[in-house]
């Protein structure tokens, strides 16, 4: 019975946290060959694959995806595939936190050890992603309410800024008539794919409508958030100077400077308006994967069966969190690196899981007759 | 289970404490200042440190400058650190002042260090110190208080709303260092004894060292056209006196227009102004305000465009002309060298409006 506005929520979660999960790093080495042309395909085949992929969700209410595999693909498939997803769910959450992790200690507090950050960001998400989904849905809510007016807030200040250079910006756009940049396109694609997390969340919907308005909010947040998020930098760090940062908008906000209030630097309100965000971020593509990768374990009995799950629960989040100790050791390039190939294998992953469920649909139509 | 959870909980809180310095151990950098040094390659990095006192009444600058010259900044910096008993912490540092020898060799080394070190902010005031660096962070003027904090003030435009000084913060000196179609500029600030500094001159680089120093009087006029509602006073001849007016608002914009294939450049400047002063003695009224606007919009133009054209013979682009143009052409390939080849024909043409509209209290 959970209403429609959840799901914008987790679109609009996806669409903001992309500045941590290199986006506009992809976006801006684009910069002269071609993410101006890819921007706009991003939009039109994202919001394409977010209204397919909710209308075919439609047709299983109150169902996940396991369950949805599971009735309707031969039964030696249907573990494989579940563990691909998870892993990319996986892998989603990791990338968040890994960056996340490695943005704290540049920023924030370089003299923290850096296992000690991971362990503490850690101790929140695992605690978390047990949570029942419906709490995580209004934690979500909680979290956006808290967080965007801030983002807005760094954002506007942003952009009026008197050092904020629009000929640099408009100088980008000259450089549109290139042809789309492949990368700039799959990386951009991310903004649009808050949807997916459906594939557990459709649990909780019953009657998901997606009206008209919803195409249109989907397409503009995810048009707009995508150009500042291309162009913002570019207006401080000039077109040739915007490639040299790393966290580029993180540097972007250490640029901006606030006259009257208690703190001076943006950097830290900016902050603490994507700490939490980021984490729930985190939370919810981790319980996804939890949830995908549960359903490989059999359903226990139901004497103990709470004991049992917890395990299964445990063993699960005990290896996402070895996974992430174990990618501690990665450095700057290859971090980055691992990212962009993420970004890049996401989106096929994300056109399998369309197509999966148009034929699980079509074998329950067929089934129906 | 849920008291061994509980248990390692609390664990967890002891351990956040052992890596933080808590602040009496710790000694803020309010100002660095990096010179040549005396052998050539080095740098001599000075540091002014300011020392937290706790009560606020009876607040008594201390402040303190170290001194150290080395092949490189860092190893200064971290051979300073063991001149004192505290921590050295960077993330208070508000300005950075370039000694005059350094500004007149390569300033990218410097700039490179400074936003590549994380604990130093982006909006760090960059400026040129003359005689050098060390001898600005020494000065401590009687108005001040907290160490440091004039220059800071002064720098950042938050204290005095001098018409002369131009604040240029790390991420715009970065931006223009490496963007093609405008050069950077720095604040030059001139020490005057022990307790005094001068900010009313701005120099003008070619990417990596100071090719051209504007005058004060320029420096206005590069304020006026560079930056939103000047507070400056400006002259206007009439009949045989001078009158001063006061600009309440001020803007300037400029378009690069080709007329029959030569470039010309037409900078308005839309003024209103107060008068402020009166050597004329006579009464003034609204032939006279007139009068005023007229004439001081004359000599407004003159002093402008004899700037603009000092600035274009000197092959500098402090305006961003080059920047602009490019990103109003789509033949991303050529345009910058046609803009370059463009330059010395460039034609300026000064529109001034200025409408001076009170006579101030008196008539």
Known sequence: MTQNRYYIWLILMNSLINIIIFVPRELIDGRFTGTQAAIPLAVLSGTLITFMFTAVIRKFPGKGVPEIFAASLPKFTVPPLLVIFGLLWCTAGLITLLSFVDITLRFISPDTRPLIVLL???????????????????GLEMMLAISLPLIVYATFKAVVNPAFSWDAVLQTFTYSLHTPNWNSFLAATFSFSGYINMAIFNRLFHQLKLKPLHIVIVAVQGFIILLLSFLVPIGYFGTIGVGKHIYTWFSTADSIRIETFLIERMLFIFYMAYLPLSLVSVVIHWHVGKELLLALFPVPKKRKSSSVRLWQEGFILAAFCAAAFSLMHLDQYELNQFGVIFLDVRWYGEVALLLLLLYCYAVKRRRAL | MKKLLCAMIALLLLCTGCEYKDIDRRIFVVAIGID?????????VSLKLALPQGDVSKIDEKMQILTEESTSISEALRRMKSRVEKELDYVHCKSLVLGEGLAAKDIRHVLDWAIRRRDIQLILNFAIGRPGALE????????????SNSLIVAMSGQGTESPFITSVYAFELVNRVYEQGVDPVLPVIEAKGKDQFLIDKVAVLDKSKVSLVLTADETRLF????????????????QEGKVQYYTETSSSSYQIIMRQGEPVIRYNIKIKGIIEENSTLTEVNHRMLKEVSSSGGEELRASVEALLIKVQQSGLDPFGWGLHYCARHWNNESE????????????FEVMPKVEVKYSGMIE
């Open chain 2, 136 to 147: 600005v962070l020494e000065i401590k003027p009687p108005s001040e208080r907290i160490p």
């Open chain 2, 36 to 44: 040549q040094g005396e052998r050539e390659g080095n740098f001599k």
């Open chain 2, 336 to 347: 910058l060298e046609e803009w370059e080849r463009m330059v010395p024909r460039i034609r």
């Open chain 2, 223 to 238: 304020n006026l056209l560079t930056r939103q509602d000047l507070r400056t006073n400006l002259p206007a001849r009439v």
């Open chain 1, 120 to 138: 503490s960001f850690l101790v929140v998400v695992c605690f978390s992603v047990r949570m029942e989904p419906l709490s995580l849905l209004y």
